[in-house]
């Protein structure tokens, strides 16, 4: 098993910036693939990123393309977020999660959450 915790959120005024980190322990976390994804009341969860074990690979959805950029330092067992040209639309709880094989969205292992709140 792999135990991560996320953290980093907070409040911004839209065009700001914030970094997200999610720090893992556990079973060997460096070789799982790992990502961000998002949820809010009125929205759908949605993966916003990911990255592959070794970092060569990463995919962006199209709500955070060119905005944010998804890192890992497998040294430190850590994943980042940076988050930039935030908008009021990105408020939300930002989970990170891990998985060996499958979807992250189905993933056992989330953080607990960092609650991002972006005004206008």
């Known amino acids: 098993q792999v135990q991560l915790e996320d953290s980093g959120g907070g409040l911004v005024q839209a065009g700001g910036s914030l970094r997200l980190s999610c720090a893992a322990n556990g079973r060997t976390p460096s070789i799982y693939r790992m990502g961000w994804i998002r949820q809010s009341p009125w929205k759908e969860r949605e993966l916003l990123a990911a990255?592959?074990?070794?970092?060569?690979?990463?995919y962006y959805a199209d709500s955070v393309k060119g905005r944010f950029t998804i890192s890992r330092d497998n040294t430190k067992n850590t994943v980042y977020l940076q988050m930039n040209s935030l908008k009021p639309e990105d408020t939300a709880v930002y989970y990170c999660?891990?998985?060996?094989?499958?979807?992250?969205?189905?993933?056992?292992?989330w953080g607990q959450g960092t609650q991002v709140t972006v005004s206008s």
């Open positions: 999660a891990a998985a060996y094989s499958g979807s992250l969205l189905t993933s056992d292992y």
């Open positions: 990255i592959s074990w070794s970092g060569t690979s990463t």
